[in-house]
Each structure stands twice: as C-alpha cells, then as structure tokens.
C-alpha cells in the first residue's frame, strides 16, 4: 500500500461548485497532516494544516478520521483561481521519532468558467 | 522578508557534468531538504539534513550529495552517475519536527542537453 494515495483527477467543476478531495495514508502513527497547493510548474504552498477535530479557513475545510486514516479537503463556491493540484502531506512517525512529511502525488483541480 | 531562495531557476547540464544548485534560507529553520519531482508525480525525497554538518539520504540519493556547512545553505550536486537528472528540484526547509510544515524555494528546472 502507497504511504500517501490520491485520486489523481482531473476535477473538472463549474465556477462556484463545491468539490471534495480525499486522501488516505498508511502510517497509523502519523500525527502531522496537511494540504498544499502546487500551481503548473511552481513549487508547493502550504494551504492548510488538518487538526483532529477538523478546521476551516474560508471557502476551505479540511477533516481528519484518524480511526480510517483519512483526510479530505472541501472547497466551496468554487473560484477561477483556485484551479491548482492539491497534494495531501501527512510525516512519517515510526517508534515515536519524528519523521519526514511524504507527499501524496496530488489532486489536479480544474475550475471552468 | 524570510524565506528561501533556489538558483538557478533553470539549469542545462552536458552529459558527463557535475552540477551544483544552490539553496539558501534566512529563516532560522534548522532543517532542510532536497526533493526531485518528475512530470506528474509526486515529490521524492532525495537529502535531508537536521543540523550542521550532517544529512541522511532519502529515497533516490543515488547520484547525488550534499553539504551542509551553515545552517543556512545546502547545495545539491547532480553527479554524472546520476542517470536521468532532467526534473525539477525543489529545495525546502521546517523547523524540527515538522509541525508548521514546509516551506519551499521556487525550485530549479534542471535539463540535461
């Protein structure tokens, strides 16, 4: 099983739609979760950290199910601008030493006018 | 402004050269890494270094080394062993432990002519 899998897209969606992206990983000990946006040949950004209980910034909501090792990103009313890959980033955690954020190999969101 | 800085922005190599690209943060992060990432894949993990003076290999080190001399910088060097260099490197950095993520440089598009 991949460390880190997502669907690879494209998502094709109307301006103003709402579209969801899911993510699942491997290391149950995993404890660092994000989403980053990647924009055509431009390095990653950070887009949001995932917290346990879920968190929302704007048009944004990311979930975390630790119990079946999932994450999901949510974006509403969908913007022009917002048409990116999304890659979802989890760290490896073995025997409780910190590791390395593994990057899954990202959504491809397209936003159509 | 902090951040980290990657030159070249783009970078053509003869068959047989040694290259060195260059990475430098003013962010005060102890730890950096070096990622390749091919067209529509994901980032792989090449080098990455916790403190001054030492760095682990990551996933694909083969064909590659790195110093790190000053806490600020660490350069790749593609070596002629390496086989397939042509990609786009991208240089990060974080804090220890990852809990605030990565933050990246604009990368270097390396082709080999």
């Known amino acids: 099983r991949k460390e880190v899998e997502q669907d690879p897209g494209p998502f094709n969606v109307p301006e103003g739609a709402t579209v969801a992206f899911n993510c699942t990983y491997s290391?149950?000990?995993?404890?660092?979760f994000f989403w980053y946006r990647q924009d055509c040949r431009k390095e990653p950004k950070l887009l949001m950290s995932?917290?346990?209980s879920g968190n929302e910034d704007g048009r944004f909501t990311a979930q975390l199910n630790r119990a079946s090792q999932y994450i999901s990103l949510l974006i509403r009313d969908s913007k022009l601008s917002d048409s990116a890959t999304y890659l979802c980033?989890?760290?490896?955690?073995?025997?409780?030493?910190?590791?390395?954020?593994?990057f899954g190999k990202g959504t491809k969101l397209s936003v159509k006018p | 402004d902090g951040g980290i800085t990657q030159s070249p922005k783009y970078l053509f190599r003869k068959e047989g050269q040694n290259v060195t690209l260059s990475c430098e943060q003013n962010?005060?992060?102890?730890?950096m890494y070096w990622y390749r990432q091919d067209p529509g894949q994901g980032l792989r993990l090449i080098y990455y270094?916790?403190?001054?003076?030492?760095?682990q290999k990551g996933d694909i080190a083969e064909g590659y080394s790195v110093s790190r001399e000053k806490k600020e910088s660490f350069p790749l060097t593609v070596t002629s062993a390496q086989k397939n260099p042509t990609a786009f490197y991208l240089c990060?950095?974080?804090?220890?432990?990852?809990?605030?993520?990565?933050?990246f440089g604009s990368g270097t598009r390396l082709t080999v002519v």
């Open positions: 990060a950095s974080s804090i220890l432990g990852e809990v605030y993520g990565y933050t």
């Open positions: 290391n149950s000990a995993s404890q660092s």
């Open positions: 995932v917290y346990s």
């Open positions: 980033v989890v760290n490896q955690n073995y025997g409780g030493s910190q590791g390395n954020l593994i």
């Open positions: 962010l005060n992060h102890d730890a």
């Open positions: 270094s916790q403190i001054v003076n030492d760095f």
